[in-house]
């Protein structure tokens, strides 16, 4: 039985565990700890406890006590029989075993017939290692768990249980051939053989509201060798005595529904989740307001999620946070890129291919290599081929040789990783190597972050190194998806020695600030949510002691009633709404009350009526300092030396004429490239256009016009199923795919009004006839002084009696005619056709005005056909005066001044 020690209230309980150190260790001039073991639950508590210890010993001389974490403690006194295998080991234990398992196995852990993929195999084999750690920290092995949920009467799946426990026998055996046992296994044998060293300690002292059942075994173990073993607990005697079990844990009965007493003033409310930083903005105003500096002040934030949105909003707002679990090693610029990695060696898609391009240092490699501009010459050919992967393109096409110009020193240097299987300490040195090259050649120095996650990858890779025989072969990509698992289990955090800390829950009740504000008292953050676990629920985990939703709870009510009796400066922040707008329900900690002082809190929670903090009364991440570059327009009139038939449209359609202004200054023209995984309106009209074209020159042969609508529609087939191999590959994504099959539906709608067209005497004469540097000579219009005007027309189509035709492809939804698309009550707002005219006129090609008209493949069927305008002269005639006043306003230097009078 372990002793308990009550430290009383109204203090913080790190300089509470000071004082009581220096007490029990007598007045002498050396304060001698060195036979003392400390156990804090964290390195921040270590470091924040010295600091208070040698402040309190004055002007004594400290030899502070040996400090250590509770996971420590096990390697500090337990004597190893074999080399431990680490969590690495571990899990690519369990994916040989999960791979080579029968299907009956398989199904009887997952309850699924079909047998895992390669990557569902990775997450079992890290979730099996995490119930193994989980039930080896409680002092279980599986079979042990399984026999005592059995005993108790307990509802278990014992087929899978049995599943489990042979699995995890053959795990054994891997870990044994490589000369290695679990560290779990090794510590309930230690235990079991009395394999404990006492030698240099004489006390031992643990601050942990909820010990694990092996720790409680161990210090059992080295208490009955004559060390005196204690736990502290933060609080009265009188008050807590029944509380506590014999070994200082929270009692689960005793703080599940134990009143917390919250005074009104400690209690805030926000609308929504992000308001709870204007809250802790003004807690630290507040601060400010009344001692004229914030000293030490401490905001604890339970959701990951939002703690970049504290730092970010706090250094808009001129402060700066010290975060000690701020961000995960996973979301790093290492971590990020060994999962682009991960995800390119798995499947070698050209998008995960596109991420590792758009990474900063994979960027910066490949222009050190030689190659200009990758991202931007990435995207050109993304936006124009969609490819899934580079290997369904022919070798010899031109698109796979466009692709692999750009990216081939890439490919060539990952291809080593392509290797079908290795063991990790084979695998160790060309990931390293390939790092080495990237970062080496990145302009971008190496933050705390990355050198945390190089640290961490050379300790999985050294660990695995030091295995001299023995553990399985898995491939490249494997191993980096559980280098990317202990990424996630790992934090960054920045060091900055900031006075105002930001932390997670557990480090809050540990902190040693005076002023502390504690967020996210919202069911599902604090407590945080009860997780679903087939393997153990809540009752298997309340029998064998293990975390669960009632220890979770019952320890959180007590640290917050300790945090809330330590005389500090206490803030609770609890949000109303989410920041989508749904409705959050207050933390049950916050609702430990009885009748009318319990209808009084839910009221005060829930009244919309009494506004909180909001961010709006504080500069957002949008108002601080852009890191931009500012790049106005430039002095001076717009150079717009011509003009396509189609810009007209810009022009007349934008209220303002700045976004015509963007589009046609020769000294600013934007474009816009986005990576979609399928053709956007744009692009699926122009993968139509281009059947339409090829069959179109294909007609231009012919001595007859085609009117077999069976044979016109085999030929678009024809050309279609070509043009899709030869420009997005042999295998097309699946947003591709499909848009290919709706083409193909379209085609075959138009195929007999094609031919009914022939049928009536027309023929195809120009087929995208181009007016500009590559094709015809384009006009100046609407005189010698005007500006040259360029276009292409789809199709120009030929009548013995009716004369000259000039079409326009149109493949979208609406399905709408000339008349519909070119006016509107107040005028013309796009001159399309009307200008097909002009361009025609000078090749001495004159069209009647109902002679301009689309060529329309929409999604109904039915619609599919000829939509010619009924336009008179004078319509014509308006178009035309309409286009020469907008050429006047460029020649003559107005576009500018009407684009500023516009949006002033």
């Known amino acids: 039985m372990l002793e308990r020690h009550f430290l009383g209230s109204g203090t913080h309980l790190l300089p509470a565990l000071a004082a009581w150190l220096i007490e029990q260790n007598g007045t002498a001039d050396v304060l001698d700890l060195s036979r003392h073991v400390l156990v804090l639950p964290t390195g921040r508590a270590r470091r924040c406890f010295e600091k208070r210890l040698l402040a309190l010993a004055g002007d004594r001389r400290v030899v502070p006590p040996e400090t250590t974490t509770p996971s420590g403690l096990f390697d500090r006194f337990l004597v190893p029989t074999r080399n431990r295998a680490d969590d690495l080991s571990n899990q690519i234990a369990w994916l040989a075993v999960i791979r080579n398992a029968t299907q009956e196995q398989i199904k009887a852990i997952t309850g699924h017939d079909d047998p895992p993929t390669g990557r569902e195999c990775i997450t079992l084999a890290d979730r099996l290692c995490s119930l193994m750690r989980e039930l080896g920290g409680g002092g279980y092995s599986p079979k042990e768990a399984m026999n005592r949920c059995r005993e108790a009467g307990l509802p278990i799946e014992e087929d899978r249980w049995n599943v489990l426990v042979e699995l995890c026998d053959e795990v054994g055996s891997h870990l044994e051939n490589a000369g290695l046992v679990n560290v779990d296994v090794d510590r309930m044998h230690a235990l079991e053989t ?43 005697a009188k008050e807590l005595a029944e509380e506590f079990d014999e070994n200082g844990a929270v009692d689960l009965e005793a703080w599940e529904n134990r009143p917390i007493e919250i005074a009104s003033d400690e209690l805030v409310t926000c609308e929504r989740v992000d308001d709870q930083i204007a809250a802790a903005l003004d807690f630290m105003a507040d601060i400010t307001s009344e001692r004229g500096i914030v000293e030490r002040a401490t905001i604890t934030v339970p959701d990951e999620q939002l703690q970049p949105l504290f730092e970010q909003h706090f250094e808009t707002n001129g402060l700066q946070l010290e975060s000690v679990s701020a961000s ?100 160790a040195h060309p990931i390293m190597k390939m790092l080495e090259e990237f970062i080496a050649e990145s302009e971008y120095p190496l933050g705390d972050d990355d050198l945390s996650s190089l640290r961490l990858l050379r300790t999985l890779f050294e660990s695995q190194l030091d295995i001299e025989r023995g553990m399985p072969m898995l491939r490249a990509s494997e191993l980096l998806r559980m280098v990317i698992d202990a990424f996630r289990r790992h934090s960054g955090g920045s060091h900055s020695h900031s006075p105002i800390s930001l932390v997670g829950w ?40 293990l975390t669960s939703q009632r220890r979770r ?109 963007l589009q046609r200054d020769e000294r600013i023209r934007i474009q816009s490239v986005e990576n979609n995984d399928s053709l956007d309106a744009m692009g699926f009209g122009s993968f139509l256009h281009e059947v339409l074209e090829q069959w179109g020159r294909l007609e231009l042969k012919r001595e007859t016009p085609s009117d077999d609508a069976s044979r016109i529609e085999s030929e678009f087939m024809d050309i279609l199923d070509r043009y899709v191999r030869e420009r997005y590959g042999e295998h097309q994504l699946p947003g591709v795919r499909l848009q290919v099959e709706i083409a193909r539906h379209r085609l075959s709608a138009f195929a007999p009004r094609q031919a009914q067209r022939a049928m009536e005497g027309w023929r195809v004469r120009m087929v995208e006839a181009d007016f500009g540097p590559r094709g015809f000579d384009p006009p100046l219009y609407p005189d010698q002084d005007g500006l040259y005007l360029h276009g292409k027309i789809d199709r120009v189509d030929q009548h013995d009696v009716h004369g000259y035709q000039a079409l326009d492809y149109k493949t979208g939804a609406k399905g709408e005619t000339p008349e519909e698309a070119h ?82």
């Open 506 to 545: 557990l480090d809050a009740h540990l902190d040693d600030a005076d002023d502390l504000m504690i967020t996210g008292l919202n069911e599902g953050f604090l407590p945080s949510a009860a997780s679903v676990d087939n393997w153990l629920p809540e009752a298997a985990r309340d029998l064998l002691g």
């Open 194 to 236: 009395d394999a404990i060293v006492v030698d240099d300690v004489d006390s031992i002292t643990v601050v942990a509201a909820d010990p694990s059942r092996l720790m409680i075994r161990l210090l059992n173990s080295i208490g009955e060798r004559g060390v005196a073993v204690g736990t502290v607990i933060h609080g009265d």
């Open 823 to 904: 006016r509107n009550k107040n005028g013309w707002i796009d001159l399309q056709l009307p200008l097909y005219r002009v361009l025609l006129k000078s090749r001495d090609i004159e069209v009647a005005p109902d002679g301009l008209g689309y060529i329309s493949l929409p999604p109904d069927s039915s619609r599919s056909g000829f939509k010619l305008a009924d336009w008179s002269a004078t319509d014509i005639e308006e178009a035309e005066e309409t286009a020469a006043e907008v050429i006047r306003i460029i020649k003559e230097g107005r576009l500018k001044q009407i684009v500023s009078e516009a949006i002033s």
């Open 328 to 427: 995960r090693l996973e979301n790093g610029r290492i971590g990020r890129l060994l999962t682009i990695l991960a995800n390119y060696l798995e499947d070698e898609s050209a998008r995960y291919l596109a991420q590792l391009v758009r990474h900063p240092d994979v960027s910066r490699w490949l222009i050190e290599q030689g190659v200009e501009r990758p991202v931007a010459r990435w995207d050109s050919l993304w936006s124009k081929h969609l490819p899934r992967k580079l290997s369904d393109f022919p070798e010899e096409s031109r698109a796979r040789a466009s692709f692999h110009e750009l990216v081939g020193p890439l490919l060539d240097r990952i291809a080593p990783l392509i290797a079908d299987e290795c063991t990790a300490s084979e695998w």
């Open 553 to 661: 709870t019952a320890r959180d009510a007590w640290l917050l009633s300790a945090i809330l009796q330590s005389g500090r400066n206490v803030r609770l922040v609890t949000a109303r709404r989410s920041s989508t707008g749904e409705p959050l329900i207050p933390s049950r900690l916050l609702l430990r009350l009885d009748g009318k002082p319990l209808a009084g809190r839910i009221s005060w929670l829930v009244d919309e009526k009494r506004r909180g903090p909001e961010m709006a009364q504080w500069h957002s991440v949008q108002e601080g300092e852009s890191r931009f570059i500012d790049r106005p327009v430039p002095e001076g009139e717009p150079v717009i030396n011509h003009l396509s038939v189609t810009a007209f449209k810009g022009y007349l359609k934008s209220s303002t004429r700045f976004d015509f202004l």
